[in-house]
């Protein structure tokens, strides 16, 4: 089974393209440490942070993993490698707002809630089923792809 995380209210990026890569980040960053921490525990996550606070308590001391960089890439490419991530494996497969996975739809069901540019030139196309975000193939996703692989290496 793959590791779960729960960010912390500072690493809100570093949520967001862990979501890019496919893992599971839960980020509520109007909880407060107490909230967090119970809300990880209940959940079987692990909470990742910068805050030498958070980890002073006492279920968090021995169930999270401490951030050490000041830029999302750099702490991306920490969290990858210490948990060793295929940053491609699962790319784009979980909604970057609300972290559910997402699920194939055919392009007749969102033929209303696209572009018809988009409509008339993409063929896959996903749905986050909790928010109902709608996702695509396009340049915003080879971009990603591009930073990605410049950040890691592949």
Do not use: S
């Amino acid at each position: 089974m793959e590791q779960r995380f729960f960010a912390d209210t500072m690493l809100g990026k570093l949520a967001r393209w862990l979501r890019v890569v496919g893992c599971d980040v839960a980020y509520v960053p109007a909880l407060d440490d107490a909230e967090l921490v119970a809300r990880a525990r209940e959940e079987g996550r692990l909470i990742l942070t910068r805050d030498t606070l958070l980890i002073r308590r006492r279920w968090a001391r021995e169930h999270h993993f401490f951030i050490v960089g000041d830029h999302w890439r750099d702490q991306l490419r920490q969290v990858v490698t210490a948990f060793g991530i295929d940053p491609f494996r699962h790319i784009l497969t979980r909604c970057l707002e609300c972290n559910e996975p997402l699920r194939d739809v055919v392009m007749t069901a969102v033929a209303d809630r696209v572009p018809p540019y988009v409509h008339e030139t993409q063929e896959l196309f996903r749905e986050c089923p909790a928010c109902g975000r709608i996702y695509w193939g396009g340049t915003h996703r080879e971009r990603m792809v591009a930073e990605l692989e410049k950040l890691l290496g592949e």
